[in-house]
């Protein structure tokens, strides 16, 4: 059984910072690719960032994230954290925590504002 959930969301002004964290309830953490995406009102979801599997992982970020999004994980505590600082109007979205070991699993979602 895996289970993710996502935490660390709200409302924020533009320029601003939050820290999203998620929870994995799975049993071999360190053997899942892990990331967040997002999906904002009428588009399709997309990946924000992700990080391999094990203790020296590679990271993959969208490009519109880069230099202000960083991703990062702790297989002894099973959390996936994402730092997102410079928040701008487009980051506005529902956040997703995703693990992968043969499939997919996803958390519940988390809402992102960031308005003025």
């Known amino acids: 059984q895996v289970q993710l959930v996502e935490s660390g969301g709200g409302l924020v002004q533009p320029g601003g910072s939050l820290r999203l964290s998620c929870t994995a309830l799975i049993m071999w953490f360190s053997i899942y690719a892990v990331g967040w995406y997002r999906q904002a009102p009428g588009k399709q979801r997309e990946l924000v960032a992700a990080?391999?599997?094990?203790?020296?992982?590679?990271?993959n970020y969208a490009d519109s994230v880069k230099g202000r999004f960083t991703i990062s994980r702790d297989n002894a505590k099973k959390m996936v954290y994402l730092q997102m600082n410079s928040l701008k109007p487009e980051d506005t979205a529902v956040y997703y925590c995703?693990?992968?070991?043969?499939?997919?699993?996803w958390g519940q979602g988390i809402q992102v504002t960031v308005s003025s």
């Open positions: 990080i391999t599997s094990g203790s020296g992982g590679s990271i």
């Open positions: 995703n693990a992968n070991w043969q499939r997919d699993y």
